[in-house]
């Protein structure tokens, strides 16, 4: 059945706390029903100690452990939440902060000489000396030179603030009997006209880089020029300050926890201006908050994300929602085999987890200028089924990376509440396991009886057929029927689309950057510029119709794999087949920028979908 939690319904009979496990969404035990449930709220009277991973009671000597660190499943029972990281604690003011024991100077490095053509390396370059605004010169002065001091000691690496997000060891100063450290940090050459977003972003990371790095700090004080008193430059600081201090912590326990800026009560930007930026720093932490719970879906084990948590997580989305102005609705099994669901389906048998399409909406107040839809891909973990995969099969958990971006845009922009749009984020949600142990309902070591298989004809709810030539081409099965309900039974006027799609984006394009497929030039112009002004960057790329050769079948009416070569395109034309050829729609190949070998989840996407659905209401 179709299930929708109005917010008054929820809020009666959940009782939410803090925690993310106050409330779980799970699969009846009857296999032939989607029946979904809500499990009692009276589990939070136990501690965790008490409750089987998985969430149930049992008395088992694994219970009597001392108290778990996280939630996960049993050997009977899948994990029903997953839990959020908490917000950072750091407040983020404008204002002067006289009391501030770490104290950052912005300075600019002088103008590039655009007239100066000869090849010379860094090491060569003459350093001109640091340029500092009217009151950044006034402490100089009163600290005796001390800061042009400083970036002459450093000028090797800190080049006097070339690099817009250097910084300086610090120097300490002792004033009125307490320690006070000065740090300057680099804001690039002089500019004509006010910092642009990508350098208000390095400069947010940086500064919360430099007080996690500053250990005992309490109080910071930013000191910022005239040319940052632009209130988009406050907000893209606002996000990658917030966002720099992500950490996850789920799954650490004792002394690996590590929480960033831990003693930091607040940072205070010196602006020259008297204007009020709060909203504009209000709207960057929102954003930030979106970013986080992107990171936090990729991130998850699968073990903890499986199609049942995920939906939990989006009803808790909704719940949370100002007003109720962010509604869910989970279609289950039996909603989804009636409207013809076959291509999600076919892929989504073999999974421990019955399917859940996690449907959120958003509507404003007032005038609806505009529907659109976003559309993620929701494969929570891919080995690749039959065409199992031979490589990187430990980093799949972040094939759900097109999910988690929709997931966290829908979280941003129930904070933002922008007006004139109604968006439509949608999940088509499940795993792809298909192989041995515990994920498959079958004895010794054999292959899932339900699995897809190669040469299985499927039945997308527009009615066409494909004909499965490779399992591992599974992602755009999920999205075909997720596509058709946001066109066919949505109405929604504009879709994008975004998913962790092939190997061969990532070829083209490396790590960095995700591709965009679109017919329809105003739309990839669009996000062309939200990509320059959040980011997320992108590059078009072209809709070669000549490919679609590739997809041809000989027993249905396309197949869901092409050559070798052109993966990428073929994939999208794919795509193009379940939505109107009148309508704009573009799809996001974001395979390269998910994920970061270092940091893991990067939270791609969220900035971008937040931005074009925000620009749809104008």
Avoid at 49 to 54: D, E, K, T
Avoid at 85 to 94: E, Q, T
């Amino acid at each position: 059945m179709r299930t929708i939690f109005p917010r008054a319904v929820l809020l009666t009979i959940l009782r939410p706390s803090s925690s993310a496990s106050a409330f779980s969404l799970s699969s009846s035990s009857t296999a032939a029903s989607s029946k979904t449930r809500l499990a009692s709220p009276s589990l939070q009277a136990f501690p965790l100690s008490r409750i089987a991973r998985g969430g149930s009671l049992t008395p088992s000597a694994l219970n009597m452990a001392k108290e778990r660190p996280f939630q996960t499943w049993s050997y009977d029972s899948p994990c029903e939440s997953m839990d959020w990281n908490p917000d950072s604690k750091v407040s983020l003011v404008v204002g002067d902060e006289a009391d501030a024991d770490l104290v950052i100077v912005g300075v600019f490095a002088p103008a590039k000489d655009e007239d100066n053509n000869e090849e010379e390396t860094e090491e060569e370059k003459e350093l001109g000396p640091i340029i500092l605004d009217e009151r950044a010169a006034e402490l100089d002065e009163k600290l005796e030179g001390m800061l042009k001091d400083l970036a002459a000691e450093n000028g090797k690496e800190f080049r006097n603030g070339e690099e817009a997000g250097g910084v300086t060891p610090a120097a300490r100063v002792i004033e009125g009997g307490k320690a006070k450290r000065y740090v300057l940090l680099g804001l690039g050459p002089l500019p004509k006209d006010p910092i642009d977003s990508a350098t208000a972003m390095k400069l947010g990371a940086s500064v919360a880089s430099s007080i996690h790095t500053h250990k005992t700090v309490t109080k910071a004080s930013v000191i910022l020029p005239s040319q940052f008193t632009d209130a988009s430059s406050i907000q893209h600081f606002s996000t990658a300050f917030y966002s720099n201090l992500y950490s996850d912590n789920r799954y650490r326990t004792g002394k690996k926890v590590e929480v960033k800026a831990e003693t930091v009560e607040s940072v205070s930007l010196s602006l020259p201006s008297s204007e009020d930026y709060t909203s504009a720093i209000q709207t960057g932490l929102y954003i930030a908050r979106g970013v986080s719970m992107t990171k936090d879906i990729v991130n998850a084990p699968h073990n903890i994300l499986n199609s049942v948590s995920l939906a939990n997580t989006a009803m808790r989305l909704a719940l949370e929602s100002e007003d109720g102005c962010l509604t869910c609705e989970i279609l289950g099994k039996d909603e989804c085999e009636e409207r013809g669901m076959g291509a999600y389906l076919g892929v989504a048998r073999g999974a421990e987890t019955e399917p859940k399409l996690i449907h959120l909406v958003y509507k404003p107040k007032g005038e609806i200028k505009k529907k659109v839809g976003i559309v993620g891909k929701g494969l929570l973990f891919d080995t690749g089924g039959y065409n199992i995969k031979t490589s990187m099969m430990e980093l799949m958990k972040f094939d759900c990376g097109g999910a988690a971006a929709v997931i966290g845009a829908a979280r941003a922009i129930g904070h933002m509440r922008p007006e004139g749009v109604e968006a439509h984020f949608i999940v088509a949600a499940c795993s792809f396991i298909y192989s041995t142990g515990r994920f498959c309902v079958v004895e010794k070591n054999m292959i899932n009886s339900k699995a897809l298989v190669p040469s299985d004809v499927l039945t997308a709810s527009n009615g066409k057929t494909i004909e499965v030539l490779n399992t591992d081409a599974e992602g755009r099965l999920t999205l075909a029927d997720a596509l058709v309900y946001a066109d066919k039974e949505l109405g929604c006027e504009s879709i994008i689309e975004l998913s962790t799609l092939t190997g061969a984006c990532m070829i083209s394009l490396g790590k960095k950057i995700c591709g965009v497929w679109t017919e329809n030039d105003d739309l990839a112009k669009t996000i062309e510029e939200i990509s320059k002004v959040t980011g997320d960057k992108s590059w078009r790329m072209p809709m070669a119709h000549e490919y679609k050769e590739q997809l041809k079948s000989k027993i249905a009416d396309i197949s869901n794999l092409g050559d070798r070569y052109g993966g990428a395109i073929t994939a999208a034309l794919f795509l193009q087949e379940f939505v109107s050829k009148k309508k704009p729609f573009a799809h996001l190949d974001i395979a390269g920028p998910v994920w970061d070998d270092k940091v893991g989840s990067t939270g791609f996407g969220a900035k971008l979908v937040s931005e074009w659905v925000r620009r749809q209401g104008q």
